[in-house]
Structure formats: C-alpha cells, structure tokens
T-cell receptor, first 114, second 117 residues
C-alpha cells in the first residue's frame, strides 16, 4: 500500500506570495492532519480534517488554511507569506478520526520563503 | 492544554548497550501516548503507542516503552542499541476525548539519539 504523498517536495517563494501544498493520504484513510516543523519551534499542529470537515485547528494565524476533498486528499494554503513561514510542512493520515489511531506521515514539503 | 517534555536534547549510547529516551507528559484524563522516529530529510515513522492495558508496550525495530501513570512518563527503551538507531525521536500525546481535543497530536521537542560504534 502506498504511503502518504506530498507535493511538491521543495518550494521557494517570495514574501507576500501565497502557496498551496498538497497531500494524498494512504488509501482508505479518512483523517488528514498538517504540522509545521522548524528548528526553533519543533513540530506544531496546524489543523486536522476528517470527512471534509475541519475538526481541530492549532494556534496559527488565519493566513494558514486548509481543506479536504471527498477523496480524502487535502490541501493547505498559506497566504501573504512571511520569512518565518519557512519550514518543513508535514501531512499525516489516519484511518479514522479516533484519537487512539496512529498517524502516518508523508516526507514533507520544504518551503523556503525569501 | 496538553504538553510533552523531552528533557534531553541528545543521548549518546555505545552500540550494544541499552538505551533510554525520556518523555514526560501533561494531559487531562488518561493519555494516548506515541513515539515517532525521524531520519534525516524524511517524515516521521510511527514506532509504538500506549492506549490502555499493559504498561509495557512493544513496537517496531525492537523498541519498547513503559507507561508510568504516577510519574506521568513514557520512556522509550531498547535492550541493545544499533548504529542504525541513530535518529531524532519524538514523544507525542493526544487528548483521549472524542475528536482528540483542540490540540491535535502534541509533540515534544525531540531527542537526538546517537549510537557510537
């Protein structure tokens, strides 16, 4: 079974631009979560989707948004990019939205904002 | 709000020796606890989890973890370390309430495990 895939793997953007990252979960998984990883802040939870509905949202500004499609694929969007948005963005999928289920992570998208 | 602490930024162990990576947590109610490993330039890989039951949980690659409710700890262990175990290890906690709580999966800062030949 194929793992979680994320596209693109690497991205360079300029301050003020916007970006869209894509995530395809493991087949059959219905829950998708997004995380931001930086050397200073570590892994921080962005949001979680289950059956096309956002269930939880971390402490990030409204410039960060996401959505989930009927096939469970998910996208996250960051508008008006800032230098501090440079990070590895990780997507994770889980079989269901039940908290006890482990999450499986993709390889991440490395975003660099210049 | 829930939180996880990994008190050691780095742990150095000689190959063949036992290893322990420490983790303590804070969450309302009975926690769901997880360990993940991250190799360079790769995503996180699930190692093991504690949901309920036996306090000693066994996982992938010979790793195990012991849940201690009184000490609010969930230390990762392995009886005999391999050089290939060198990686970044994350402990994580999840609120057991329906929907997982507003914080999602909360991670510790990570511990670099270095196994010396």
């Amino acid at each position: 079974k194929a793992g979680v895939t994320q596209t693109p793997r690497y991205l360079i953007k300029t301050r003020g631009q916007q970006v869209t990252l894509s995530c395809s979960p493991i087949s059959g998984h219905r829950s998708v979560s997004w995380y931001q990883q930086t050397p200073g802040q570590g892994l921080q939870f962005l949001f979680e989707y289950f059956s096309e509905t956002q269930r939880n949202k971390g402490n990030f500004p409204g410039r960060f948004s996401g959505r989930q499609f009927s096939n469970s694929r998910s996208e996250m969007n960051v508008s008006t990019l800032e230098l501090g948005d440079s990070a590895l963005y990780l997507c994770a999928s889980s079989l269901t939205g039940v908290s006890s289920y482990e999450q499986y992570f993709g390889p991440g998208t490395r975003l660099t904002v210049t | 709000a829930q939180s996880v602490a990994q008190p050691e930024d780095q742990v150095n162990v000689a190959e063949g020796n036992p290893l322990t990576v420490k983790c303590t947590y804070s969450v309302s109610g009975n926690p769901y606890l997880f360990w993940y490993v991250q190799y360079p330039n790769r995503g996180l890989q699930f190692l093991l989890k504690y949901i309920t039951g036996d306090n000693l949980v066994k996982g992938s690659y010979g790793f195990e973890a012991e849940f201690n409710k009184s000490q609010t700890s969930f230390h990762l262990k392995k009886p005999s370390a391999l050089v290939s175990d060198s990686a970044l290890y994350f402990c994580a906690v999840r609120d057991p309430r329906e929907g997982g709580g507003a914080d999602g999966l909360t991670f510790g800062k990570g511990t670099h495990l270095i196994i010396q030949p």
